[in-house]
């Protein structure tokens, strides 16, 4: 699917998103009928039709194919190093994903806030996993502030998500389990006026405590 979302990109950026949400599509129903990797979402009536902020939990690879398919149209926050992916970081770059050096301290908070104004602009939402990585099950949370501060300097509520993908397709994990995926969408957070250490509290404390109701510790013994 890269070739036509690098030409599509020439174009339109819209186009060039929807053959790569086709080929998010292709991968989760690969998924489905293959591993038996099931999902099921709750709180879509919560998804804004303005440009919002979304930070998610991060588990496991699934998200990153699956949140882009249901929600309007989304750019990821991510490291600048998949670039240099030949053929995939082409696309990252055509479909104008926000790519900032880690390494970078506060600057690359810098970017991502210069860049998120751009983005939203433009119409477009962006999704950041506030803990940076794929974190295993069950530990211990570490919300970084970034995108708190990115909705505190926009503007843009931030719309919370949980998901437990982790239970099926762990962390470093070849192996998927077969089973429903809980996907669990919060109300927005209203930004207006609050500084990003109170959102990032907020945030945190709505996905961990959906976390505890829709994790099943052991469910296998991976």
């Not at 995108?147 to 397709?169: C, D, H, R, Y």
Request: hydrophobic share 45%.
């Amino acid at each position: 699917m890269a070739l036509p979302v690098l030409v599509c990109a020439i174009f339109s950026q819209r186009i060039s998103l929807y053959f790569a949400h086709m080929w998010l599509k292709i991968n989760l129903l690969g998924l489905r009928f293959i591993c038996g990797l099931k999902w099921q979402v709750e709180g879509t009536e919560n998804i804004p039709q303005e440009p919002c902020v979304v930070l998610s939990k991060h588990q496991s690879t699934w998200e990153t194919y699956f949140l882009p398919t249901i929600l309007p149209p989304t750019v990821y926050v991510a490291k600048k190093s998949l670039a240099w992916i030949p053929i995939f970081g082409w696309a990252l770059i055509a479909v104008r994903f926000i790519l900032i050096d880690r390494k970078s301290g506060s600057s690359a908070v810098n970017q991502i806030v210069t860049q998120s104004k751009d983005r939203m602009a433009s119409g477009y939402s962006v999704i950041i996993f506030p803990e940076g990585t794929r974190v295993p099950v069950g530990a211990e949370p570490n919300y970084r502030i970034g995108g708190a501060v990115v909705a505190e300097k926009t503007g843009a509520p931030i719309l919370p998500v949980a998901v437990n993908s982790g239970e099926f397709w762990p962390r470093m994990g070849y192996i998927k389990w077969p089973g429903t995926i809980t996907v669990s969408i919060g109300p927005v957070i209203q930004s207006d006026g609050k500084p990003a250490t109170q959102l990032i509290k907020e945030t945190q404390n709505w996905i961990e405590g959906r976390m505890e109701q829709i994790t099943v510790a052991n469910r296998f013994p991976y």
